[in-house]
């Protein structure tokens, strides 16, 4: 397969497989499985090549293109794919394999169509990453939330459907924002291609620039929703502690699905310093980043069920990937974002395990499952307890209290930002570009920010050190005594691999950062995504390889 036509393949492989499994009876299990880690396992592969594709040659910029229809930019549906989505395409399938795999165990079996769901909510977060139009990516972000919709609701009970229905009403309403956002666009520029929108909005006159910078914000509404920045990120924690363990751990993912394109259309059609409308929302995103991160470390502190903990352990990555963003808008040092994706992806994979580990360790009706109930009730939900009384698939281990502890003190350790593991880097990355003198705008507007920015991270950082640290001990210490049902091994494995892909992140630093360093070269040079879309060539007929 030529590597353009890999640009298309992390849609249609889920699609394919999604809409295969819908055809196979509820029953049908080990069938449904089979396809769903067959098709999960090939959009890791894909991935892998993707981001090979977008690096090569290594430390050259440039973007490939697929033009579905062949229709010439920019009435085409294009696919584009650089650093930047490679990398989401590759965190989505690292998240997905271990969920699915999970799963397996005893959660895909307690309703209709989890695996098709699934794939269908991978397709929609692929097309996200890879569209190069508005219009585009409204369908395949649709696509991504009808298929949670579906996932948010697999299990049921009273908790579940609440918080299912809270979740429904707010992201229907960010998709009308973005309805509105993109027809103020279109009716504003003619035109919803990304990079064509760019070159317009350079060029647009400065009568219709205030109906242009109000379509901009109501569109980005909805993306700050689904990035949970403060203060509409209310819906977040209790959502993320209702919903099925696996179906949480790829909605880590999935809530930097905004921040992408928060990033994708700041860099690109407002880039600093271009234009008089360069940096544009950047100041808001500062100061919502400033907001939601103290948000997340007050409410990391203040909840008592690990599966809030976690929660708020969103929003915290949240608000600093949202306040990494806002700097670079005002002209910050590019180490800045490279280590915020280094730490987006740090975070990502020890939140996906923590919720993995959650539903272990809280399986049985132990003490901390009822400061867990308090807490739902708290907050206007009762959650009815166990839902499914089948046994657990799998043998049990001796050691699984010992090997989920450690697995625990892990995610810890990358989430409070401490020696040896990614988080520590991570962190460290950002905290060295922030005071990285040549890195300072003009005037000395920076260090202050650079400043605050250091000590949000470091007691964001504290927090979180001080609530697992109070967690676990409540966790794996005051239960010890307790019985606890035997864990699957299929269980324990995805934890696992999560963790050694975070471990192998840390062990490979030096080539990882090298990528994220040339990312954030792309995203500062918006004229090669430009140029790659606008230029990108048709296929004509008789062309060697042409159809």
């Not at 396809?35 to 973007?63: F, K, M």
């Not at 949480?248 to 008089?276: D, E, N, Q, T």
């Not at 209290?401 to 460290?428: D, E, Q, R």
């Not at 494995?493 to 050694?500: E, G, K, N």
Request: with cysteine.
């Amino acid at each position: 397969m030529k590597p353009e036509h890999l640009l298309v393949a992390p849609i249609l492989i889920p699609l394919f497989a999604g809409a295969l499994m819908l055809f196979y009876k509820s029953g049908q299990h080990r069938t449904k499985r089979i396809i769903s880690l067959a098709s999960s396992l090939a959009l890791l592969v894909v991935a892998v090549q993707l981001v090979g594709v977008a690096n090569d040659p290594p430390g050259q910029a440039g973007v490939a293109t697929y033009l579905l229809g062949n229709w010439a930019p920019p009435f085409a549906i294009v696919l584009v794919v650089d650093r930047l989505s490679a990398l989401m395409l590759l965190l989505t399938a690292v998240l997905a394999l271990p969920a699915l795999v999970f799963a397996s165990a005893r959660w895909d079996g307690r309703g209709q169509h989890f695996h098709s769901q699934f794939q269908f909510l991978l397709m929609g977060m692929n097309g996200a990453f890879l569209t190069g139009d508005l219009f585009n990516l409204f369908v395949f972000f649709e696509v991504m939330l009808a298929a949670s919709y579906a996932l948010m609701l697999h299990g049921s009970g009273t908790l579940r459907v609440r918080a299912a229905l809270h979740y429904i009403a707010v992201n229907l309403t960010a998709s009308l924002c973005f309805l509105i956002g993109v027809a103020i666009l279109y009716g504003v520029t003619g035109t919803l291609n990304m990079a064509d929108l760019a070159v317009r909005v350079a060029e647009l006159d400065a009568a219709r620039r205030p109906l242009l910078l109000a379509g901009a914000s109501i569109l980005g509404v909805a993306f700050l929703v689904k990035a949970a920045m403060w203060p509409v990120c209310f819906w977040l924690p209790v959502t993320y502690v209702a919903a099925a363990p696996p179906v949480a751990a790829i909605f880590a993912g999935m809530s930097k699905v905004g921040f992408y394109v928060i990033l994708r259309l700041s860099m690109l059609v407002f880039p600093a310093g271009v234009g008089p409308a360069g940096g544009f929302g950047a100041h808001l995103l500062v100061a919502g980043g400033f907001a939601t991160l103290a948000f997340g470390m007050i409410g990391v502190l203040a909840s008592q069920g690990l599966g809030r903990v976690a929660g708020c352990f969103v929003i915290v990555s949240s608000g600093t990937l949202l306040l990494v963003t806002g700097m670079i808008g005002l002209g910050g040092p590019g180490g800045l974002l490279a280590g915020g994706l280094y730490y987006m992806i740090s975070s990502t994979l020890a939140i996906s395990a923590l919720y993995l580990i959650i539903e272990i360790v809280e399986r049985d009706q132990s003490e901390f499952a009822s400061i867990l109930a308090v807490t739902a009730e708290a907050y206007g939900f009762m959650d009815e307890g166990p839902e499914d009384a089948d046994q657990e698939i799998g043998i049990a281990l001796p050691v699984s209290v010992t090997i989920l502890a450690l697995a625990f003190g892990a995610c810890a350790l990358l989430l409070a930002g401490l020696p040896p593991l990614s988080g520590f880097v991570g962190k460290l990355a950002m905290l060295s570009a922030a005071f990285n003198p040549s890195g300072m705008a003009a005037g000395g507007r920076m260090p202050p920010l650079a400043l605050a920015f250091s000590v949000m991270v470091i007691l964001s950082g504290l927090a979180a050190m001080i609530a697992l640290t109070r967690v676990g001990i409540q966790t794996f210490w005051a239960a010890d005594e307790q019985e606890r049902p035997p864990v699957a091994l299929v269980e324990i494995l995805p934890v696992l691999a999560l963790l050694l892909v975070a471990l192998g992140v840390t062990a490979r630093a030096e080539p990882v950062l090298r990528y994220m360093d040339a990312t954030v070269a792309d995203l500062r040079d918006p004229g090669v995504y430009i140029a790659g879309v606008r230029d990108a060539p048709r296929v004509i007929r008789g062309e060697e390889g042409a159809p």
